[in-house]
């Protein structure tokens, strides 16, 4: 999102992608520089999840580009792209039910990345202290909440340069959903880039850096935060319920 001559650490050009026979986006276009949070912002059924799962390759896109430091990801399995440097956070969950907390961490573990920040066991527990005294139970067993914390922080355990983060509060008591956002922004001071699918607006515009405003599977303005809630008519015609 940033207007300079470097080149982005993501770069979404022209992405397309469908559900079947149903056209869900239609040639979205953005830019994440190195340690940026970029919302993702829309209605429910605008196309924000589809875009993320799309960079991520669970759905796959059927034209257009994303560029993960210049190099194409378009069409390599999800697989691939985690190893090559991008975490994501399903607003599923996706814990692995029967392992304990500690299981779970060790499964996301990967090497570490030069010039990224290298993450630690301990460090998530200092983010989030709960899973330290859950660490081990079953993840099955965990509150929602827990569960939300534990899949960042076993995507944070692959030293990522860039996470996806889809819909992480939805569901959670408000005291977890501002330790959540503290979390988010101390991994984008620590030089993380975020791209945020978040529904709760107000939690949105506040830690980002950038927003993406998506419209029927288009990218319909970008911007900073200040930008996009200065122009009314835009919150109007593509936020308002």
């Not at 429910?44 to 799309?54: D, F, L, P, V």
Request: hydrophobic fraction near 40%; glycine fraction near 10%.
């Amino acid at each position: 999102m940033k207007e300079t001559g470097a080149t982005p650490l993501l770069s979404v050009r022209n992405l397309h992608a469908h559900y079947g026979k149903s056209h869900i986006l239609h040639g979205i276009t953005f830019d994440v520089g190195a340690g940026e949070i970029v919302s993702l912002l829309g209605r429910n059924g605008s196309g924000r999840s589809t875009t993320i799962k799309a960079i991520m390759g669970l759905v796959p896109p059927t034209s257009g580009q994303a560029l993960l430091n210049g190099y194409e990801m378009a069409g390599l399995s999800p697989h691939a792209i985690a190893r090559a440097g991008v975490a994501y956070v399903p607003e599923e969950r996706d814990v692995f039910a029967n392992l304990t907390v500690d299981e779970n961490l060790v499964m996301g573990m990967q090497r570490a990345r030069d010039g990224v920040p290298a993450w630690t066991v301990d460090e998530m527990f200092d983010y989030f202290p709960r899973l330290r005294e859950r660490r081990n139970t079953q993840a099955g067993n965990l509150s929602g909440g827990e569960q939300q914390m534990l899949t960042i922080c076993r995507s944070l355990l692959g030293n990522p340069q860039l996470i996806l983060i889809d819909e992480p509060t939805e569901g959670l008591a408000p005291k977890i959903v501002t330790v959540v956002g503290e979390a988010i922004q101390d991994i984008h001071r620590r030089g993380v880039s975020v791209i945020l699918v978040e529904q709760k607006l107000t939690i949105a515009l506040k830690i980002s850096t950038d927003v993406c405003l998506i419209g029927h599977g288009k990218v319909v303005f970008r911007g900073k935060p200040d930008e996009l809630v200065g122009n009314p008519q835009l919150l109007k015609d593509w936020l308002a319920v």
